[in-house]
């Protein structure tokens, strides 16, 4: 009796991670339809950016990743929308230029550290809502979104 439980505690906390725990990409669609993978890797690559501050779900850290411009020069977005999906379906809209004006970022690393599940990552939209105060409100919390699955550009 005892084996059984052992084993089916085993195998319910085998299942119960979430399927994208050791995910380290995620997907842009581009306003033309085509879908591009993009790795933790790619990003690395790319000139990278700190941003101070708290969020909804964290109080302050140091978060880095890409800012939104550079993917968007990088890739060759165009498009007035980007609406970012998670893993877990929850999906959020936000004006491009708005990503622009306060160069959000689409993080990585959280106070120096690649960012796994439980710490938003391993990708998460971070807006310096510290650094405006018109950005530290409940519309903001929406658009960080974390566990990015897909960015589409619009």
């Known amino acids: 009796m005892k084996i059984k439980g052992l084993i089916a ?51 302050e850290a140091v978060f880095t990743g890409v800012e939104f411009t550079s993917l968007a020069k990088e890739y060759g977005l165009t498009g007035n929308n980007v609406r970012a999906f998670a893993w877990d379906d929850y999906s ?26 439980s710490e938003l990552g391993p990708f998460a939209i971070i807006y310096p809502r510290d650094s405006y105060p018109e950005l530290n409100n409940i519309d903001v919390n929406a658009k960080t979104v974390w566990q990015i699955k897909m960015l589409e550009v619009k």
């Open 9 to 59: 505690l085993f195998l319910t906390s085998l299942f119960s991670v979430p399927l994208y725990a050791g995910v380290d990409y995620f997907y842009l669609k581009k306003s033309d339809g085509e879908k591009v993978k993009i790795t933790l890797q790619a990003l690395e690559a790319m000139p990278s950016s700190s941003i101070k501050t708290s969020t909804n779900f964290t109080p």
């Open 92 to 117: 959020y809209s936000m004006p491009a230029a708005e990503l622009s004006k306060y160069k959000v970022i689409i993080a990585y690393k959280k106070n120096g550290e690649l960012m796994d599940v």
